[in-house]
């Protein structure tokens, strides 16, 4: 079983979470009555369960938001040596967090990957989601048949590569050098923000701080799917959908080229999705967290009336 102990972030009281699971563990934050509808919350690549501290204290009080920290991120286990990452492996993790804490029906809260990670699950098991928010993301992220063809033979020669110089130390940074190594590396992050994802995103050595996420997540998964077979799955999704798209995204011209335009058009033309745009970057949720909560808070109150 999931064990919680009492921690204080920035902005509130979050409990910790720390689920053992066959090789290491699922760590992650818990806010909410824990009898109260279940909301799981998946954070984007390179992220943590830090990604969502500003903007659940602005959702509705009565639900329990679980917001895990994926393998090789935060606090949560490296997948084993030797293992190659497989973004199919994320909806064991949900498999296996959902169960131990006995949520029968839930609903995802995603960002960016995380909004991938949920989509797929939710498609894959359309009877354990009542609900769905996509935060700069549409679920899915369809590659052509000649890019999935390169990215296999990039995922096998980049691992390989890695391999190669495992045995390196990793980089020690100052605590104001890992913050503008996170800045650096992502433009769309507040300085607040940053200081955030690094409470969990880092660690502390005698040496100085490292980060903690494994380095494997930076290399290319080995599999993708087309636009057809993305088609196909988001047909499966039964759940209700918000999707809400930032203005000032890193994806923001993407949504409008084939493959995501297909994607896109889809989802319109679905009676149970709602698709909002809002002022901000690719971590509004986390930058600016109130142009984004009023539309999640009211979407699950909403959603959860008419159950």
């Not at 057809?228 to 209700?240: A, E, G, I, W, Y």
């Not at 918000?242 to 203005?247: G, N, P």
Request: charge should be neutral; glycine fraction near 8%.
């Amino acid at each position: 079983m999931a064990s919680g102990s009492v921690g204080r972030t920035m902005i509130g009281i979050a409990r910790e979470m720390l689920l053992p699971v066959p090789g290491g563990h699922l760590a992650g934050k818990m806010w909410g009555p824990q009898d109260g509808p279940p909301v799981l919350c998946l954070h984007g690549w390179s992220d943590n369960s830090a990604s969502f501290d500003t903007i659940i204290p602005h959702l509705p009080p009565e639900f329990h938001y679980v917001a895990l920290d994926l393998p090789g991120h935060g606090h949560s286990s490296h997948r084993p040596p030797g293992v190659m990452m497989h973004f199919s492996d994320y909806l064991l993790d949900i498999q296996r967090l959902v169960s131990a804490l006995k949520f029968e029906k839930f609903s995802i809260l995603g960002h960016s990957m995380g909004g991938n990670i949920g989509g797929l699950f939710s498609s894959t098991f359309p009877e354990k989601v009542d609900k769905l928010v996509l935060l700069d993301s549409l679920g899915f992220f369809p590659k052509s048949e000649e890019q999935q063809l390169s990215t296999l033979r990039s995922a096998v020669t980049d691992f390989f590569s890695y391999e190669q110089q495992i045995a390196k130390a990793p980089k020690v940074y100052s605590k104001d050098g890992a913050l503008q190594r996170l800045l650096t590396a992502n433009q769309q992050l507040t300085e607040e923000s940053a200081k955030l994802l690094l409470e969990r995103g880092a660690r502390k050595t005698p040496e100085g701080y490292v980060f903690n996420r494994d380095f494997r997540i930076n290399l290319r998964f080995s599999e993708g799917m087309d636009l057809t077979h993305c088609l196909k799955l988001q047909k499966k999704l039964c759940s209700s959908i918000l999707i809400v798209l930032a203005s000032d995204s890193s994806f923001q011209e993407e949504w409008y080229l084939l493959p995501l335009k297909e994607l896109l058009v889809a989802y319109r033309c679905m009676k149970n999705v709602q698709v909002q745009f809002v002022q901000g970057n690719h971590h509004v949720h986390l930058n600016d967290p109130q142009a984004v909560a009023g539309l999640v808070g009211d979407f699950l109150r909403k959603e959860t009336a008419k159950l």
